[in-house]
Structure formats: C-alpha cells, structure tokens
C-alpha cells in the first residue's frame, strides 16, 4: 500500500519568513496530492491540493511542487503570518483497482509549524 | 448548519458501553469517510462509503460497526471498546471520485474527541 513520509516534524520561523514542509510517497501510480492545515480542537482543513498532471501551483501565499519522478511533493508558504501556526498534514491517494468511486487518503504524520513573532 | 458537523464533540465511555458517532454532511456529497487521530501517528482511515455502500474497511476491529444510512449521514456504532481507542475521531465527506474529472476533495467535520476509560 502506499506510505507517505513527512519531515521536519517541527518547523519553527520567524513572522515574514517563508516555510518549506516536504513529504515522500512510495506508490508512483498515486495520482492525487492535498494538504490540510489543523488548528487546535479543529478538523483538518483542505488549503491547497495537486493532481499528478500539473508540476507546481500556486495560491497567494501558499504553493505546492510535485515531482513525479522522484516521487515528492513540498508544500511552500510564504511571507508567513501568526495565523499560519498549526499542524500541517500531506496526504496522497493511492492508486485503486475498484475502477473507480471513492479513496481514502493516505497521510503524513503532521509537521507543526509554529511562527515566531 | 454547514459543510460537515459531527457529534458529539466530546465523549467519555467506558469499556463496557455503547455509543454511538454522528456525522452529517451538508455538502451534497455521496462519498463519506471514518478516520481516527490517535497522538503521534498519521491520520488512519477506517471505513469508506459511497453511494451508502461501504467500499472499504482498513481492518478495523469489529468493535467499530459504521452505519450510512443515506449520503448524508454516517454513524460509527461503539462497543466493547478498549483504552487504546482513546483518539480523535474524524469524518470526512467528497464528492464520488469519478476519475474523468478527479473530484478527490475531501471536507473534514471538527471530530469527536474519545475517550475509554
């Protein structure tokens, strides 16, 4: 089945400085890519997701790059805010058989990004 | 009400009772999702419906028991729980994932914080 490794665990910046959270998969049939931010006492929140037929997009200050070849994906924010801090979480849905219908998603063990004042 | 709602927020069992999980999407989705948060560890799915058919069970124990008895409602039916279920439990609704047109979101309610005693 399809893993996904996610690193650092803990990213700590200074406000206005940019972050960068990378995670790795190992099933190269995977074909989509989201990332969730979670807040305390809150559900995971979808900010920004890529499909395997598109190489970077971006969304203000957020932006995610896929490399398909390498099979890793990286989640960049930049001018960062103290709103920012939370737990940000990659995921990936592995390639089914069923033809069709819905996946779960395989996720990352979370990077808590906390931005310092 | 909007996107998902789960219920209860907070739930204290003990290792001999029933309870049950709420989940209630909001969204027009036909695809719902179980996942438990334990601390420490990546997000796991449990269970996965769509169209009110469950399409996939990720070994759960059978002291978990999902109901879905529409698309917009999902219950997750406990007993006999044990002390290391203690998590967060979280649902998740999406659109069916219809390959030609990748609607892989996944919308996440807050979760029901578990707790065995």
């Known amino acids: 089945g399809e893993n996904v490794e996610q690193h650092p665990s803990t990213l700590s910046v200074q406000e206005g400085d940019s972050a960068v959270i990378k995670c790795t998969y190992s099933?190269?049939?995977?074909?989509?890519f989201p990332w969730y931010k979670q807040e305390l006492g809150k559900g995971p929140q979808l900010i920004i997701d890529i499909r395997s037929n598109v190489g970077e997009k971006k969304d203000q200050r957020i932006a995610v790059t896929l490399n398909k070849t390498a099979k890793h994906f990286s989640l960049h924010i930049t001018e960062t805010q103290p709103e920012d801090s939370a737990v940000y979480f990659c995921?990936?849905?592995?390639?089914?058989?069923?033809?069709?219908?819905?996946?779960?998603?395989?996720f990352g063990k979370g990077t808590h990004l906390i931005i310092q004042p | 009400e909007t996107g998902v709602t789960q219920t209860p927020r907070h739930l204290v069992m003990g290792m001999t009772n029933k309870k049950s999980l709420k989940c209630e999407q909001h969204l027009g989705h036909n695809a719902m999702y179980w996942y438990k948060q334990s601390a420490k560890k990546p997000l796991e799915l449990m269970f996965v419906?769509?169209?009110?058919?469950?399409?996939e069970n990720n070994s759960v124990p059978s002291r978990f028991s999902p109901e879905c008895p529409n698309s917009s409602h999902l219950f997750l039916h406990l007993h006999t729980l044990q002390p290391e279920d203690s998590a967060l439990y979280l649902c998740a609704s999406s659109q069916d994932s219809n390959r030609d047109y990748f609607s892989y979101e996944q919308y996440f309610g807050p979760g029901t914080r578990l707790t065995v005693t």
């Open positions: 995921a990936a849905i592995p390639a089914s058989n069923s033809g069709g219908g819905a996946d779960g998603l395989t």
């Open positions: 419906y769509n169209f009110k058919e469950q399409t």
């Open positions: 099933d190269s049939a995977s074909n989509y």
